[in-house]
Nanobody, 116 residues
Framework: QVQLVESGGGLVRPGGSLRLSCAASGFTFSSYRMNWYRQAPRKERELVAQITGASTSTNYADSAKGRFTISRDNAKNTVYLQMNSLKPEDTAIYYC?????????WGQGTQVTVSS
């Protein structure tokens, strides 16, 4: 069955870094665009970054540009989100999502808390 399992979240001080990972299984990973979303308390879920199947194109939310980097390793069926210069407003549950045409798969999320 399809699984997306996020890891790497945690508590970090402002200005710190975290690297999120999302391990995928049960579908043809390289055929899917991969996305990182986040949802902060009392806010709507928002797209943070996305990457095409062959890593030919990436897209970032304005809030993530210059600080976050999305990458993927199709040999390992894993997508990453390197987050630098973290701010308290980056606190949220981060979800990975695989999408292709009308199909979407979601992980269960990993909590990121940025606080001093």
């Amino acid at each position: 069955q399809v699984q997306l399992v996020e890891s790497g979240g945690g508590l970090v001080r402002p200005g710190g870094s975290l690297r999120l990972s999302c391990a995928a299984s049960g579908f043809t990973f390289s055929s899917y665009r991969m996305n990182w979303y986040r949802q902060a308390p009392r806010k709507e879920r928002e797209l943070v970054a996305q990457i095409t199947g062959a890593s030919t194109s990436t897209n970032y939310a304005d809030s993530a540009k210059g600080r976050f980097t999305i990458s993927r390793d199709n040999a390992k069926n894993t997508v990453y989100l390197q987050m630098n210069s973290l701010k308290p407003e980056d606190t949220a549950i981060y979800y990975c999502c695989a999408d292709r045409v009308v199909t979407e798969y979601w992980g269960q999320g990993t909590q990121v808390t940025v606080s001093s």
